[in-house]
């Protein structure tokens, strides 16, 4: 069972390492994921070059690829980055939105996780299930509304790739395939906040940058993240507000904060 | 004359149905607008892969296209989910930013009209007054000051084009070139928000998915975005927090409030 | 020596020619930079196609390059709309993001201030340092710690490629190469907010655009800035708070705030 004092322990380790971030997203959500990163006290940097994507992976303190917007430029930088990265034991955290959306998608996603060692998979419950051949009603990138177990899709997941698997939603679900931890912290701002759940994979990524227990570093990252939507949603009247307000909350999280709102728990393996 | 509870109705229609909105655009533009379609009831997504625009398009409630940063992979993106969309009966929303800047938007525009079958035109009156051939002294994407009658001006594009026009403004004028509204909310901090025009186009796109008159969607998206717009200004000091409070204002919206504020009427044709 | 009346005249300057700045500039920052642009008083575009992008820097108040994202594409775009800012008198600003951080962003750096007349170079410690060949320690595009004398560093860059060269940071230094200035306004919060220093540069292209004195411009520009972004900090707690406080302060900055605040002195050459 992780502690509470692991989570506090490792949003430390981020502010004090600042760990270089690299990047590689969609047009989306980049600028709401480089200021959500540095408010948790990373340094993201979001490079797509080919001429340098390998330099900066290498030199990285982890690897996130999110294929939001892809083209045949991106993912060459995600396939040429993520190869620097695992050979230089940089972990690489994966980001499927709208696997479920299109084959093109779907594809791509397979031939990254079979191509590249990932340290975490991070998507919607839509995108899970279609990485496990689930139809889960997943409409464009929003999660959609299946009625499957996502629970034992996710440790699928986990457990086909050697990854953990972090399930976002109105509960997160974390799991390597062997541990499963649920997560009740959030708000349902959320959802309307574009890019919310591309910041989640850049702050699995900054957490894995600073423990080589990924399952830790997810249930930690997404612990702290829903804590500070939590707080931002209890201030708030829209998704406007709750946005700005989430960055301010990233920044200002605390020991005592973490203390007193985590809500996370081990579940039973399905 | 369309009535005030017809807004209501499509403003609910938007929030009940949450269609899928396709929408190519700029980079300036792209999170607000994603942000904004969230906040209205939509669900964007944002695809420009060749593999998969067709696909999209093709299963979405409406098509929005913004040459605000063309680029010949993006052109090439517009006319594949163009013609995926006329096909599938799909509204598509066109956005013609700068079209007046230079002889390249201009001809792309034209490409786009003359190929795809356009339901909304909504552009500010330098763009729509570059589709007519006028000129309006625009500078770069904002709209100038000409001195033609815009009215005449939206009038003949509509014909033209056999499509609703939507001219924004300090007043926004409506027509499909047999009626023709003018809208009176607004608010002057709208042009300092960039991207604020293109964001009126997603929301014509997510009204067109709701409504097979477009007319009618045209006027009541033009009409309840400006008054979120109206709103927002009143609570705020400058354009930071006008954008952020817009967002809230969008999602806030209700029937009482589209009661009291609705400023438009229908205008003699010029 | 410059005078603070000069400061309060050049910011009016903007407001009153709404200078049409030509920006190209990266996925992350190109946002902020517009809206940053709009709230001074100019109109930004933001165009990259290489179909347009010489007729618009030819009619354009200044031209504004910043490599944060490059690909061949864009390189290919900075290069056509800088000769032909170059050749229209238009001033060009050169900002070049993470210049120390790849070999791949130097050269191309290097490429542009071989070829093009830059007015103003923008940029972090690190940055700078990486122009004039001195390691600073610099972390993927965040500025690094070297403890090198940077009024030197700054200096040396200015006279090699004549060009006032402005470095960004807790203090800012700003030179020709003769004369030396040094502003102490700003705000802890800034490095928090992504682009903000790209956003400087944004602005020292609005004032280049209205002052064929670039060292006076750059000035103006940072000392505006750091007093909005000092305003703005003072009313905040957090980042996402302050980025949406500075886009108020920019667009509210009166003469009254620059008389009271401004902090900037000549210092010795070193």
Known sequence: MISTQRLIDLMRAVREKKPLLHVITNRVAINDSANGALAVGASP?????????????????????????????????????????????????LDPVGAGATEFRLQTVQKLLDELDIAIIRGNAGEIAA???????????????????????????????HTVTAVSGAADTITDGQQTYCIK???????????????????????????????????????????????????????????????????????????????FEEVARS
Chains 1, 2, 3 share one sequence.
């Open 45 to 93: 940097i979001m490079a797509e070059a080919h001429e340098e994507v390998e330099t900066i992976a290498a030199i990285s303190g982890a690897l996130e690829l999110n294929i939001g917007n892809l083209t045949p430029y991106s993912i060459q930088s995600m396939l040429l980055s993520g190869h620097a990265a695992n050979q230089a034991g940089v972990p690489v955290v």
């Open 185 to 263: 912290n959030g708000h349902p701002l959320f959802p309307y906040m574009t890019g919310s759940g591309c910041l989640n994979g850049v702050i699995q990524a900054a957490y894995a940058a600073v423990s080589p227990n990924y399952l830790e570093a997810s249930v930690a990252a997404s612990v702290n993240y829903a804590i500070a939507g939590q707080l931002a949603g209890e201030k708030c009247a829209g998704p406007g507000s709750f946005r700005q307000q989430l960055m301010d909350e990233l920044y200002l999280l605390t020991e005592e904060k973490i203390r007193r709102y985590a809500a």
């Open 131 to 161: 990485l496990a051949g689930e139809d889960w009603g997943a409409k464009g990138v929003d999660a959609g509304e299946g009625d499957g177990d996502i629970v034992a899709i996710a440790e699928r997941v986990a457990r086909k790739w």
